[in-house]
C-alpha cells in the first residue's frame, strides 16, 4: 500500500537523474523490512511554478510524501522520514529545501482497484 509521491521543481532535472533518485527513495522505504516490497508504489512530479519562502522559484526543492495505512509506531514513521532525507541530502546537498511527510491513511476510507482479476476468480 504504501505511495511515495516525490514533488520536485523542473530545475533538479538539469542536475540529476530523477528515476534514479525516486528509485533510491523506493529502496529506502523497501529496506525498512515492514512492507510488502510488492506492495510499494512510487512516482515522481515535476513542478514549474512554485515559492520558497522569500526566495520566489529560485532554488530547488523535493518533498516526498509517504502515505502508510495507519497503525505504524512514531518511531517506525520518525525513523522512515530520517532514512529519506538522509537520501535527498546526500542526493541533492544544494537544494533550498528537502521535506519529507510521512501521512497515515485510514483503511476504511481506501479504495483500490487490483487491475485485471486473479485467474479462477470473478
Not at 533538479?12 to 534514479?20: D, P, S, Y
Amino acid at each position: 500500500m504504501p505511495h511515495i509521491v516525490m514533488e520536485y521543481s523542473t530545475g533538479l532535472q538539469r542536475k540529476t537523474a530523477i528515476g534514479e533518485l525516486l528509485s533510491e527513495v523506493h529502496a529506502t522505504v523497501r529496506n525498512a523490512g515492514i512492507f510488502a516490497p510488492e506492495a510499494i508504489k512510487s512516482r515522481a512530479v515535476a513542478f514549474d511554478e512554485y515559492v520558497i519562502g522569500d526566495n520566489g522559484s529560485e532554488g530547488d526543492f523535493v518533498h516526498v510524501t509517504l502515505a502508510i495505512f495507519s497503525g505504524r509506531s512514531p518511531e517506525q514513521r520518525q525513523n522512515l522520514s530520517k532514512a529519506i532525507l538522509a537520501v535527498l541530502q546526500r542526493k541533492l546537498p544544494e537544494a533550498a529545501s528537502l521535506t519529507v511527510e510521512v501521512r497515515e491513511i485510514e483503511k476504511e476510507s481506501y479504495a483500490k482497484y487490483g487491475g485485471r482479476p486473479q485467474e479462477g476468480k470473478t
